[in-house]
């Protein structure tokens, strides 16, 4: 007699045929799924009833079996609870050695990547209760198809927050709420396209992202020399296919570069000049250390910048939350891009954000990782200047990166070398654009992403690859 039970959510397939007894049978069926983990420790079993009807057996027989397991340990019976496989302990490992080998890596043990900040610092608490606040208040509107530009609420506060923090001009008219810079950029990528632009100039390092995003719009993306004073926006003139720029002025990503004044002055004119536009990536603006900060684009001049900004950095990249703040005479050109209906961010989430700006509980939280970056920022900076004299590392003012030079030769056989310790890094190679014209060896670490508990592992792995 064999029957599949499949309510004890496997078929057991338990086999009574040839037992010296039915209920030894059942017995021994039993400790076997629970002994194997077929039967998981608090499985509820079958009533007796219906167990005896599923097998063609005497109900006794199987309440005579349910309470001798009971009594050795197997299964637990409470009033009102049924009939549970009991929970028993992990049998001891086997004595017998054997030889030891390293387990293949699903994921490196650390990592220094760039691009993401401490995720286990996400203030968790102090947004549940923006949230709650949020929705409280929220009205009944919130709930439908909204306006295309993002709910007027973290509008309304963005604009304040951006006039005072990175002196940029936002009138809550003139900002487009997205899920973040890919999404912005994707828009003006259309509405470029749409204005019959067919280059946007980009620097000689930068994410590869973005300039597919570009080209998957059908723009060239021409080349942009870089220095030690931030791009080289002098020589947008001879672009004369150029009808944008892609910037990172206040901290030029990857090489932590600030643009010059003279050089922010330059790109201004150029738009000027030409009716060009300039795309402002502010992607960790609001982390500076040892300078001034460093103000918006923007600033200079409204009505040629469009400034793209987002809470990736500043709070985590998972809110899929960003912002963009158009000049006038794009406003309805980046809605329509964008969709009659707000499709992009829940409206909840706007909500939320907007009262955690307002509560002044996101002023709290910058400070507070403000401090905590430099930290790690120093710390990794006395570990080199200990462990690793030679290595000379720049773009440490601000953000949540520095770049580590290394000899000619040396960028592939450290990261090789990192892969073995476990320790994931990026070379500065990875950013660079195909037409640049100076090559640089160097490792970008990216100091935000691990969290406390691996920042000390990270930083020693780091530090033994380094030649």
Not at 110 to 135: I, N, Q, V
Not at 223 to 241: A, I, K, Q, V
Not at 357 to 371: F, P
Not at 439 to 461: F, H, K, M, N, Q
Request: with cysteine.
């Amino acid at each position: 007699m064999t029957d599949s039970w499949a309510a004890f959510g496997a078929d057991l397939h338990i086999d009574l045929t040839g037992a010296t007894g039915l209920r030894a049978g059942l017995m021994d069926a039993l400790r076997e799924a629970a002994r194997s983990g077929r039967l998981a420790p608090g499985t509820r079993l079958p009533s007796s009833r219906t167990l005896a009807a599923d097998l063609g057996i005497a109900r006794n027989t199987v309440a005579d079996a349910y309470a001798e397991l009971v009594a050795e340990g197997w299964l637990t019976a409470r009033q009102g609870s049924g009939t549970r496989v009991a929970q028993r302990s992990a049998p001891r490992p086997s004595t017998t050695r054997t030889p030891r080998t390293r387990p293949p890596r699903s994921r490196p043990a650390y990592s220094l990547m760039p691009g993401s900040p401490d995720l286990a610092t996400f203030p968790r608490a102090e947004w549940l209760k923006a949230a709650r606040r949020a929705l409280t208040r929220a009205p009944n509107d919130a709930f439908g198809y909204g306006d295309p530009r993002g709910r007027i609420e973290l509008r309304t506060v963005l604009a304040d927050y951006l006039s005072r923090a990175r002196g940029v001009y936002a009138d809550p008219e003139r900002i487009v709420v997205c899920s973040g810079f890919v999404h912005g950029l994707t828009m003006m990528g259309k509405v470029l396209r749409e204005r019959r632009v067919r280059e946007v100039a980009v620097e000689s390092y930068g994410l590869d992202v973005h300039t597919s995003l570009l080209t998957g719009a059908g723009l060239r993306i021409p080349c942009l020399p870089l220095d030690g004073l931030g791009s080289r926006t002098g020589e947008l003139h001879g672009m004369r296919g150029a009808g944008a720029v892609l910037l990172t002025p206040a901290h030029q990503f990857p090489t932590g570069v600030p643009l010059h004044p003279d050089r922010r002055a330059a790109a201004v004119d150029w738009a000027r000049s030409t009716g060009g536009v300039i795309l402002e990536d502010d992607y960790d603006g609001e982390f500076r250390y040892d300078r001034q900060p460093v103000g918006a684009l923007q600033g200079l001049d409204p009505e040629r910048v469009v400034y793209l900004g987002t809470a990736s950095k500043s709070l985590a990249p998972g809110l899929r939350l960003g912002w963009m703040v158009v000049p006038q005479s794009l406003v309805d050109e980046v809605t329509a891009a964008k969709g009659w209906s707000d499709w992009a961010s829940s409206a909840l989430d706007q909500l939320t954000l907007a009262e955690f700006i307002a509560s002044g509980a996101y002023d709290r939280h910058v400070r507070a990782m403000r401090l905590r970056y430099r930290n790690r920022r120093d710390q990794l900076v006395a570990a080199l200047a200990e462990r690793a004299p030679s290595i000379r590392v720049s773009g440490i003012a601000a953000g949540l990166h520095a770049v580590l030079e290394l000899p000619e030769g040396a960028e592939s056989e450290v990261i090789r070398a990192a892969a073995w310790q476990g320790l994931a890094v990026e070379g500065l190679s990875f950013f660079r654009h195909p037409d640049a014209e100076v090559r640089r060896e160097a490792l970008v670490i990216g100091y935000g992403t691990p969290t406390d508990s691996a920042w000390a592992g990270a930083l020693d792995a780091l530090c033994r690859i380094l030649p």
